[in-house]
């Protein structure tokens, strides 16, 4: 319940002025984005780094409306891979097509994602279209297997949630055509015609399509902190004589690091997803709706400076 009216409210503008405006939950946004700007984003980087993780960077924004906000993120985009190489960190980035005018559009959004592309491929870095809500899932992967003509798995990869009914068989066209996965529960609120409402249905599905990728997949990332799953697919790895160099973990900046960095010492690929930038409203809410006792957390934590 909680869930859903966290996510109903990050596309409320009246409670994107609130929030924004208010230095409380500024100061709790501050728990799970990095900072403002690329330089602080870099900075987050190198810290995970030496810590032995991975990072991918993403400047937060969704749903442009103009054809200049559209350029501006594929800019954004293309100002972050070079400032990786620059600083020698070991990250890549993650972009999401409303962000770069899908809805203005398949021709305008191609061509900006070409542009962050050609230049991911002239540096040897990868770029991983994110998965948005599921009136963008179709129009995603068609755009991806258009771009997969023209750029190889390790120049673009991208996302598939488990919570839709669909997932199975789009893992099955990935893996066929040898495309680098990134599995996730999926974050956003969709209708059971689609999705399942069980959660217990969610995680059966993430095992199994683990699995799959595990097996069969080309260096899949496996996105999540559910260490009931995260224990499973290191056991399945182990009993099936797959190398740990060849998938990763993946978790999100602020949450787990714990488990970030045990996994790591333990010789895991783990990679953190890093967001920045001045839009990070609804990417908030979507993880108070993800753990609504977060806000309990970090109000807790605030009352205690
Ligand atoms: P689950 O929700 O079952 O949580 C398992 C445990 O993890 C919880 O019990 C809690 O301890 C901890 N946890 C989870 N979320 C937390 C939070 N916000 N704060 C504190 N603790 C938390 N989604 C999407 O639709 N499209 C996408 O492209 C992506 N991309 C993406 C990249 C990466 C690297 C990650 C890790 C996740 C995404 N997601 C995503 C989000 C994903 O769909 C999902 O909403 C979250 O990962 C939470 O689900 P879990 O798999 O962690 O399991």
């Given at each position: 319940?909680?869930?859903?009216?966290?996510?109903?409210?990050?596309?409320?503008?009246?409670?994107?002025?609130?929030?924004?405006?208010?230095?409380?939950?500024?100061?709790?946004?501050?728990?799970?984005?990095?900072?403002?700007?690329?330089?602080?984003?870099?900075?987050?980087v190198r810290a995970l780094n030496a810590r032995g993780i991975r990072a991918t960077?993403?400047?937060?924004?969704?749903?442009?409306?103009?054809?200049?906000?559209?350029?501006?993120?594929?800019?954004?985009?293309?100002?972050?891979?070079?400032?990786?190489?620059?600083?020698g960190v070991d990250a890549n980035?993650?972009?999401?097509?409303?962000?770069?005018?899908?809805?203005?559009?398949?021709?305008?959004?191609?061509?900006?994602?070409?542009?962050?592309?050609?230049?991911?491929?002239?540096?040897?870095?990868f770029?991983?279209?994110?998965?948005?809500?599921?009136?963008?899932?179709?129009?995603?992967?068609?755009?991806?297997?258009?771009?997969?003509?023209?750029?190889?798995?390790d120049?673009?990869?991208?996302?598939?949630?488990?919570?839709?009914?669909?997932?199975?068989?789009?893992?099955?066209?990935?893996?066929?055509?040898?495309?680098r996965v990134r599995l996730?529960?999926?974050?956003?609120?969709?209708?059971?015609?689609?999705?399942?409402?069980?959660?217990?249905?969610?995680?059966?599905?993430?095992r199994?399509?683990m699995e799959?990728l595990l097996a069969r997949a080309h260096y899949p990332a496996l996105a999540t902190h559910d260490e009931r799953l995260i224990g499973r697919a290191q056991g399945f790895a182990a009993a099936e004589g797959i190398a740990e160099s060849r998938f990763e973990f993946q978790m999100l900046y602020?949450v787990r690091r714990d488990l970030q960095e045990r996994l790591a010492r333990e010789g895991y690929n783990v990679r953190c997803y890093v967001?920045?930038?001045?839009?990070?409203?609804?990417?908030?809410?979507?993880?108070?709706?993800?753990?609504?006792?977060?806000?309990?957390?970090?109000?807790?934590?605030?009352?205690?400076?």
């Amino acid at each position: 319940m909680l869930r859903q009216v966290f996510i109903a409210l990050s596309r409320q503008a009246w409670a994107y002025r609130l929030i924004l405006s208010n230095p409380v939950s500024r100061a709790m946004a501050w728990r799970f984005v990095a900072g403002e700007t690329r330089e602080a984003a870099l900075d987050a980087v190198r810290a995970l780094n030496a810590r032995g993780i991975r990072a991918t960077l993403d400047y937060l924004g969704e749903n442009v409306s103009t054809r200049e906000e559209a350029i501006a993120a594929a800019d954004e985009a293309i100002a972050e891979l070079r400032a990786i190489a620059a600083a020698g960190v070991d990250a890549n980035v993650s972009i999401k097509l409303t962000q770069l005018g899908l809805d203005l559009g398949d021709d305008l959004c191609r061509e900006q994602v070409r542009r962050v592309l050609d230049c991911a491929r002239e540096l040897g870095n990868f770029v991983r279209l994110d998965m948005e809500g599921s009136p963008y899932t179709q129009r995603t992967l068609d755009l991806f297997r258009d771009l997969r003509r023209d750029y190889d798995a390790d120049t673009v990869g991208t996302v598939i949630q488990t919570y839709l009914r669909r997932s199975q068989a789009d893992v099955e066209r990935l893996i066929a055509d040898g495309s680098r996965v990134r599995l996730v529960k999926g974050a956003y609120n969709e209708p059971p015609e689609i999705a399942y409402p069980d959660k217990a249905d969610v995680d059966r599905a993430y095992r199994i399509q683990m699995e799959l990728l595990l097996a069969r997949a080309h260096y899949p990332a496996l996105a999540t902190h559910d260490e009931r799953l995260i224990g499973r697919a290191q056991g399945f790895a182990a009993a099936e004589g797959i190398a740990e160099s060849r998938f990763e973990f993946q978790m999100l900046y602020g949450v787990r690091r714990d488990l970030q960095e045990r996994l790591a010492r333990e010789g895991y690929n783990v990679r953190c997803y890093v967001p920045y930038g001045t839009q990070w409203y609804p990417y908030f809410m979507r993880r108070l709706a993800e753990r609504p006792a977060n806000i309990f957390f970090i109000l807790g934590n605030l009352a205690k400076r």
